[in-house]
């Protein structure tokens, strides 16, 4: 059991590192989060809250089960934002989407981390080649592997 909390634990610090990144890249660089990009921070989150709490109360399957749920939530958000990008002219942009995500409490309280106020078909700008959205696949895809492999090992370990 100590590796499966040590998993969650570095789980739980990377997904938090990962919207840290995300914020210094909006206040930083003036790269504005469109409403996928915000509901990736909310996975993002999602992740590491259910990991570190796993990890913490000593419920390793539970914080896993429910971290890599967020984990594959944003896959799919991600993947939305990858069609976003692949076809040009195909728009989140300002659309019941962004004012709903806008008028939730956690946007309300914290604009600063859930706001969006970008546009999806914007987020090209390259980070060591990739595009954002890239790079949130390749982190949501690194994230589920690991939180997989604690539910199926401790599924045997019983």
């Known amino acids: 059991m100590p590796r499966f909390r040590s998993v969650l634990l570095i789980t739980s610090f990377i997904s938090f590192a990962l919207v840290g990144a995300a914020l210094y890249l909006q206040h930083a660089h003036d790269m504005l989060p469109c409403p996928l990009c915000v509901i990736q921070r909310y996975a993002f989150l ?5 990991s570190l709490v796993g990890a913490l109360g000593n419920k390793i399957r539970g914080g896993a089960g429910v971290a890599l749920l967020a984990a594959l939530g944003g896959l799919g958000t991600v993947g939305k ?10 728009s989140c942009g300002i659309d019941p989407m962004e004012t709903m995500l806008n008028k939730i409490p956690t946007a309300t309280l914290l604009p600063w981390l859930f706001k969006a106020e970008g546009l999806c078909e914007n987020a090209t700008d390259a980070l060591f080649g990739l595009s954002i959205p890239q790079w949130s696949a390749v982190w949501f895809v690194l994230l589920t592997i690991p939180l997989a492999w604690v539910l199926v090992s401790g599924r045997r370990a019983r």
């Open 81 to 90: 934002h990858l069609y976003v990008l692949a076809h040009p002219g195909f």
């Open 46 to 50: 999602g992740i590491g809250v259910a």
